[in-house]
């Protein structure tokens, strides 16, 4: 009974940066001639919003660096207004921000996620290897500056940046944004990679309630992230937990990935190829799409330990924008 309004979209596999947890140090991107072009982009989100869709989220890789960004962008804006869209989201790594913050705003945009792990410059770079903190935080100021409404994605990482929450937590009440904890996502690399990372928000939560007055919250966006709020603050704390405690029964999303393929599940590898379907009509386009949703499991099957390795998946991050 699950209703599937929520359709995210990785518009690219490449990022300006190579974040420990979500790729590899020397990644081998896809052939540009694979990655769908903007037109592509445009015409599968618009049959999935003739579907019933009503929100997208624009994600990569790094949408930004994306050179058909701004088309996708004012297509998509435009849909805002003249269909069922209601909702045009997009997550980035904030390098761009600077830069674009003004043409994401004007194409009906009103709320970003923004990735940021740490606050200390030399930590971000590790972490990151190779981001300018400083940069990421200019486009930020920009972009609250212009009235965008700001969300930090922080992943939690263990002997990294766990001894950062609570200055995190505080910078953003002060900046007025919401910030997001992460569990690590056990793709792509050895499960003993991930055990080294892995952290539980369990912990995260436990130290937040010692040195802040937490209130629960109702809130639920049919997404992941369980929301509490800190007493006489307006800003929101997110968890998402998908390791220590999974979130499916109300998950109302589906992914749409680089190459054209749909994803119905982020914890398991059965999609339908959407790509093929775009050459021939649209009434082949929306039954694979209809086909693709009949795939969304009850639940995804993410692990992490050192018994069960086949619970890693083996495609990055950066292919389906988490």
């Known amino acids: 009974n699950r209703e599937i309004n929520y359709l995210r979209v990785s518009v690219t596999d490449r990022c300006d940066l190579r974040c420990v947890y979500c790729m590899k140090e020397k990644m081998n991107?896809?052939?540009k001639s694979e990655i769908l072009s903007s037109e592509e982009i445009n015409s599968?989100?618009?049959?999935?919003?003739?579907?019933?869709?009503?929100?997208?989220?624009?994600?990569?890789?790094e949408p930004l660096i994306k050179k058909g960004m701004p088309a996708i962008l004012e297509y998509l804006g435009k849909k805002l207004k003249n269909s069922n869209l209601e909702e045009l989201t997009l997550t980035t790594n904030g390098t761009q921000l600077y830069k674009y913050?003004?043409?994401?705003?004007?194409?009906?945009?009103?709320?970003?996620?923004?990735?940021?792990?740490?606050?200390?410059?030399?930590?971000?770079?590790?972490?990151?290897?190779?981001?300018?903190?400083?940069q990421v935080l200019e486009g930020l100021n920009i972009a609250k500056k212009i009235g965008l409404k700001i969300k930090i994605n922080t992943v939690a990482l263990k002997n990294t940046n766990t001894n950062e929450i609570d200055r995190l937590v505080d910078w953003c009440t002060n900046k007025e944004f919401d910030i997001t904890?992460?569990?690590?996502?056990?793709?792509?690399?050895?499960?003993?990679?991930?055990?080294?990372?892995?952290?539980?928000?369990?912990?995260?939560?436990?130290?937040?309630?010692?040195?802040?007055?937490?209130?629960?919250?109702?809130?639920?966006?049919g997404g992941p992230s369980r929301y509490v709020k800190i007493k006489n603050s307006n800003g929101k704390i997110g968890f998402i937990t998908p390791l220590s405690n999974n979130f499916?029964?109300?998950?109302?999303?589906?992914?749409l990935t680089c190459t054209g393929k749909i994803y119905s599940c982020l914890g398991h590898?059965?999609?339908?190829?959407?790509?093929?379907?775009?050459?021939?009509?649209?009434?082949?386009?929306?039954?694979?799409i209809?086909?693709?949703?009949?795939?969304?499991?009850?639940?995804?099957?993410?692990?992490?330990?050192?018994?069960?390795?086949?619970?890693?998946?083996?495609?990055t991050m950066n292919v389906t924008g988490g």
Do not use: W
């Not at 793709?187 to 802040?212: H, W």
């Not at 959407?274 to 694979?288: D, F, G, I, Q």
């Open 44 to 61: 599968i989100c618009s049959t999935f919003i003739e579907l019933g869709v009503k929100k997208i989220r624009i994600t990569g890789g």
């Open 101 to 134: 913050a003004e043409m994401i705003k004007k194409n009906g945009i009103n709320r970003i996620n923004v990735s940021l792990d740490s606050l200390d410059p030399a930590k971000y770079l590790k972490i990151t290897r190779g981001g300018n903190l400083e």
């Open 290 to 315: 209809l086909k693709s949703i009949l795939l969304k499991p009850e639940s995804h099957e993410f692990e992490i330990n050192k018994t069960n390795k086949n619970k890693n998946l083996e495609r």
């Open 181 to 221: 904890f992460i569990e690590v996502m056990p793709m792509d690399m050895e499960n003993s990679m991930r055990l080294k990372q892995y952290y539980p928000l369990t912990k995260v939560r436990s130290f937040l309630e010692k040195k802040y007055n937490l209130i629960n919250t109702n809130i639920n966006t």
């Open 248 to 255: 499916c029964e109300s998950c109302n999303r589906v992914r």
């Open 269 to 288: 590898d059965k999609y339908i190829d959407l790509k093929k379907a775009l050459l021939k009509n649209k009434k082949e386009l929306k039954n694979l």
């Open 29 to 31: 991107f896809l052939p």
